[in-house]
């Protein structure tokens, strides 16, 4: 069995949880990390020194962090082939955007708005920074706007580790208050996406302990 460490409104978590769901696979999610504490045990430390979430152990393997190794450890071992491919060049593809939304959409979204938006007291909250990040990412979601007038999903035909590391963060994309660009297959992948029953479960989450008034 999966374990996971991890509190359900981090949106790591929320990354790995949705990987789990839709591949059926059974677990155990402990609440570490903000209000329930925990991470800064030397037990926590001894699996993952940066005291950060998720940290998910297979049965008696190692503990494994960082969310994007996570996600890969678990599709090589318990994906399908369209989830992600064996052969060396499509899992490629499949990575390549998956590592894009890493660094260009994850880096963008939740510092930058998230954060400012429900994770910053309203008297210190900078509307223009705001604006400015919002406009930002919105060039970066162009690129998949482009990409998903082609295909269903990130990386083509299938849903793939890429749509997980990229759509976990559309929930709140979508439901904080920010002007958003009218990216239409983006809304349509995301309607998609919010379909899914995993996604309901694990990403549909709220995250109101997060706010700060």
């Not at 045990?41 to 940290?55: D, E, S």
């Not at 082939?81 to 064996?86: D, G, S």
């Not at 954060?115 to 979601?141: F, G």
């Not at 997980?164 to 239409?184: K, M, S, V, W």
Request: contains cysteine; neutral net charge; aromatic residues 12%.
């Amino acid at each position: 069995m999966l374990q996971v460490w991890g509190r359900k409104t981090s949106s790591n978590v929320q990354a790995l949880m949705w990987c789990i769901g839709e591949l059926g696979l059974d677990y155990q999610r402990y609440n570490i990390g903000h209000k329930y504490g925990g991470n800064d045990t030397p037990a926590f430390l001894a699996m993952n020194p940066n005291a950060t979430v998720p940290v998910l152990k297979d049965n008696d393997g190692p503990a494994i962090w960082e969310t994007g190794a996570i996600l890969r450890y678990i599709a090589s071992r318990y994906g399908t082939e369209a989830f992600w491919p064996r052969d060396v060049n499509h899992r490629t593809q499949v990575d390549m955007w998956a590592e894009w939304s890493k660094i260009n959409v994850a880096l963008g979204f939740t510092a930058p708005i998230f954060w400012r938006v429900v994770r910053t007291a309203a008297k210190d909250r900078d509307p223009e920074a705001v604006s400015h990040a919002v406009d930002r990412l919105a060039t970066v979601l162009n690129i998949a706007e482009k990409q998903l007038s082609i295909y269903p999903y990130l990386a083509g035909n299938d849903f793939t580790l890429a749509d997980i590391q990229f759509g976990h963060l559309l929930y709140r994309y979508y439901d904080i208050d920010i002007n958003r660009p009218a990216l239409p297959n983006l809304k349509m992948y995301y309607h998609r996406l919010a379909s899914r029953p995993a996604y309901q479960e694990h990403v549909v989450v709220c995250y109101e302990e997060l706010r700060v008034s």
